[in-house]
């Protein structure tokens, strides 16, 4: 699977949209981009994925650019309870177990 | 609740014992996976079931480890005679078949070896 590059940490100010960033540059075509999040002691949370068209659902939007080789999360509105470890995964599409979770966004919402 | 669901949350022990956890599956999954998540880390792949078969085994597993899933079901995970650096959260998951099925977490099961 392809490695990701997050930024280790962000700050958002509440009911602003959090946007986070992924660079996953060396993606190949059959690689799906998923995002987990995992608040303070919970297992995580998926939240979205994609394989190279915008998606939206309930939590989030996933941008994801022409070439493929970057992602953002947005989280539209944040709120104090999105103050989570935000993972960037690469998956191949015929995998079919592990996910590599790297070291994530610290995403902070402050009041 | 139908999400996945893992006991104990939280478990103390001595070096030396031995634990065991319990991981029930969304019920539908028949996938169901094992990671590891230490302090300031994501989580690590540990193992995996595609029903009751055991089909892949990191090298994380020392041979202190062993999982089981004997009916397909719910899943055990012991670790023998437990060392200070097993202390981290064990997390369960589970997915459906296709390779593209989403893995869904459990809460986790906090160790502290003392």
């Known amino acids: 699977d392809a490695k990701t590059t997050q930024p280790p940490s962000m700050d958002c100010a509440e009911g602003r949209a959090a946007n986070l960033p992924c660079n996953h540059s060396t993606i190949s075509g059959n690689e799906y981009v998923y995002w987990y999040r995992q608040i303070h002691s919970q297992g995580p949370q998926y939240i979205i994925h994609?394989?190279?068209n915008n998606e939206t659902n309930e939590m989030a939007s996933l941008i994801i650019t022409e070439d493929r080789k970057s992602s953002t999360l947005i989280l539209p509105h944040a709120t104090l309870r999105d103050t989570a470890v935000y993972y960037c995964i690469v998956r191949v599409s015929a995998s079919n177990y592990k996910l590599t979770f790297g070291k994530g966004t610290l995403l902070t919402v402050n009041p | 609740d139908t999400g996945v669901s893992q006991n104990p949350r939280h478990k103390i022990t001595k070096r030396g014992q031995n634990v065991t956890f319990r991981c029930d599956p969304i019920?539908?999954?028949?996938?169901l996976y094992w990671y590891r998540q230490t302090l300031g880390q994501g989580p690590e792949f540990l193992t995996y079931f595609q029903n009751e078969a055991q089909l892949e085994k990191s090298r994380l597993l020392s041979d202190r480890f062993s999982a089981e899933r004997p009916k397909g079901s719910f899943s055990t995970l012991e670790i023998q005679r437990t060392e200070q650096g097993d202390s981290a959260m064990y997390l369960c998951?589970?997915?459906?078949?296709?390779?593209?099925?989403?893995?869904?977490f459990g809460p986790g099961t906090r160790l502290l070896v003392l």
């Open positions: 998951a589970s997915s459906g078949a296709s390779g593209r099925e989403t893995q869904y």
């Open positions: 019920s539908e999954h028949n996938r």
């Open positions: 994609g394989l190279k």
